[in-house]
């Protein structure tokens, strides 16, 4: 699909996109990040970023940020991220296993992979990198002069984001849960940008999708809403969790990906039999559970479960008060458990499943 006709319209929101080599050259100049080649070069190419970081064990010494390039004349180009959060696989996996396979006969216009975006913390198998604490996905638009973890994500915002007309960026619930694999999109500027986000989560072929208006939590952006600050249309997947790699969501990330691309026109297009309808769901901030208590968590929900109001969620143990009752965490209202928590200790206001209603789209 060319994607000028169908969102170019929107892409001017807050933030006016300057596409001339010049401004690119200054976008360059003003990230302390080396980037390894020129992205414009036709052909496939690979290498490090380098983000040159002072640290005790080496004073002069780059995180190296792998970034492969698979570019083939005109058209637009797509935006690959995995490892975001560290600790989340099945799209870190995915989008090595396909930086493998494009080469630059298999491409119309550019494919652009991060396979671990925020590499220390892949390395550590953390959320948040080590180096400065910070969760990459509440840092954006980031600060050139800032942390680590701030700089990656002005890279992101100010360079890869200058040239990319799509964004996917692969999660799953890392540590703290586990997701019925989804994909969300955000509400659009209209009725047509929102149809068009949608399609991609169609086309992405997740068991659920719905529409997000949140930002994430805190008052930083995630990268989906600096792509949306940006008029950048953007899908978010939710994989699996629990720090394992999933097959199911493996294969979700794979294909999923794959027939964006095809419908983009970027890839030749695949086999629409096998992708399946993604069932539209709504998720409001009312959809979540919280504990409102520490302790022991019994969960007694599984994924994908229909719950209605009194259901039982859990149970909260006091482990240093053996002979007290354990506390009922019950549902107020219906839907789908579309999330769980997976630490069985739970301190007060740790979320402990959301659930979802169907969307009629
Ligand atoms: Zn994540």
Redesign the pocket.
Known sequence: MANDQTFGPHRARDVEPIKTRDEFAARLRATPIETPFDYDEDGKQEGFLRLYHSRETNGYGYVPIPVISVKNGKGPTALLVGG??GN?YEGIVALMNLARDLDQASVQGRVIILPSLNFPAVMAGTRSSPLDGSNL?RCFPGDAMGSPTQVIAHYVSSVLLLLADLVIDL??G?RSSEFIPCALVREGCDEHETAELARLADWFGAPISFVSKGKGGGGSLTLAGECARQGIPCLTAELGGGETLSQRGLKLATDGVRRILSQWGILASTDPRAMTATRWVKKGPENRLHAHVAGIFEPRIELGEYVSPGRVAGLIHFPDLPMRSPEEVRFESSGYVLSRHIPALVQRGDELCTFVTDAIR
Request: proline residues 0%; hydrophobic residues 15%; aromatic residues 0%.
């Open positions: 975001n959060h989340e996905n999660h799953a890392g």
